[in-house]
Structure formats: structure tokens, C-alpha cells
């Protein structure tokens, strides 16, 4: 039985280490509109989806019981960007200082793929549709 939530995503909100240093990353490497913004949080627009980066000092109560990880834990989720070439992106990234922590590859499922991670360890992936071979 299901519940019938709507399955339209609107906020992923991201818990930074460090609120300036996430929000002059994010206005270096991507074009997206900021929604709103103060001294612990940013919104920031991306197509129909919204980003929240919050300072992970205040995320506490909007997750308890649970705890907010340390971002030294390592990876726990990969938000994924379509692109028309990877390869391009890949050379847009490094031009402002932005390490690939891998790629670009090519995978089996059909996609050419490169990731890089935030200040926080947040990691993004750019994707480009390929012909399996």
C-alpha cells in the first residue's frame, strides 16, 4: 500500500561545514539563481528543484533523533547533472579550480560520467548520454 506522497522533489537541503566558503563554490561553479539567503543558509534554484546549503550547526533539529554526520564520514549521496559533453564540463571545472575526483568514464549503463565534490564532500556528478557498446 502506498500513501500517495507526491513524488516531485522540491528542496534537497545540503548541511556545510562551512557556510561562506559553500556558498563562494557554489557561485563559482554553477549558474543558478539565489532564492534567498542569510547568515547560516543559501537557497539556490536549479531548474525546478531547490537547494538549500545550510550551516550544519543549525541542521540538528531538523533531523532529530537522528544525528547530523560529520562530513569526514565520507560520501552519502550523489546528486546528479545532465550535460550535452562531459569532457567540456570537465575542462570548465578544472579552468576554475574545481579537482574531478574521477572521470571522465565511460559506463555500462550508457552514461559518461565525472564527479566532484563540494567544501562539505558533497558530491555532484555530470552525466552524458552515450551509446552502449
Known amino acids: 500500500m502506498t500513501i500517495g506522497l507526491p513524488s516531485e522533489v522540491e ?26 539567503e542569510d547568515a547560516v543558509s543559501s537557497v539556490l534554484r536549479f531548474g525546478g528543484l531547490l537547494i538549500n546549503l545550510l550551516d550544519a550547526s543549525r541542521a540538528p533539529p531538523l533531523v532529530e533523533p537522528l544525528r547530523v554526520a560529520q562530513s569526514s564520514a565520507g560520501a552519502r549521496a550523489l546528486l546528479t547533472i545532465r550535460v550535452v559533453d562531459v569532457d ?30 563540494d567544501p562539505s564532500g558533497h558530491v555532484w556528478e555530470i552525466a552524458q548520454l552515450i551509446e552502449r557498446k
Do not use: H, M
Open 11 to 36: 528542496v534537497i537541503t545540503l548541511f556545510v561545514d562551512d557556510i561562506a566558503s559553500a556558498k563562494a563554490f557554489y557561485a563559482k561553479v554553477f549558474a543558478s539563481e539565489t532564492v534567498w
Open 88 to 117: 567540456q564540463v570537465c575542462s570548465a571545472l578544472r579552468e576554475i579550480g574545481v579537482d574531478l575526483l574521477n572521470g571522465p568514464i565511460d559506463r555500462p549503463w550508457g552514461r559518461r560520467t565525472a564527479a566532484f565534490a
